[in-house]
Nanobody, 115 residues
Framework: QVQLVESGGGLVQPGGSLTLSCTASGSIFSGRDQNWYRQAPGKQRELVATISRGGRTNYADSVKDRFLISRDEAKNMVYLQMHSLKPEDTAVYYC?????????WGQGTQVTVSS
């Protein structure tokens, strides 16, 4: 069974940093795009960052120049480094990939930015 598991969330003060990790059961990241999404209370889930199978990255305008997505295929890991965090970054963050034509999601990890 394919599983994605996120970790690394927590409470951080504005201006702080966090690094989220996503691990997969099996080598499902190889040759595929991976995404980080987030969902704040009362809002729709939004795409935050993408790393393509070729390593190209894209970011939502709201996080550009503050977040960095990366991947370690050998470890089946995807990361999201988050810097200069703002209260509006508060959300549950989800790792996502498409495997065998099906969207795969983790359970999410809560990030709260507050003083």
């Amino acid at each position: 069974q394919v599983q994605l598991v996120e970790s690394g969330g927590g409470l951080v003060q504005p201006g702080g940093s966090l690094t989220l990790s996503c691990t997969a059961s099996g080598s499902i990241f190889s040759g595929r795009d991976q995404n980080w999404y987030r969902q704040a209370p009362g809002k729709q889930r939004e795409l935050v960052a993408t790393i393509s199978r070729g390593g190209r990255t894209n970011y939502a305008d709201s996080v550009k120049d503050r977040f960095l997505i990366s991947r370690d295929e050998a470890k089946n890991m995807v990361y999201l480094q988050m810097h200069s965090l703002k209260p509006e970054d508060t959300a549950v963050y989800y790792c996502n990939t498409v495997y065998l034509g099906i969207d795969r999601w983790g359970q999410g990890t809560q990030v709260t930015v507050s003083s």
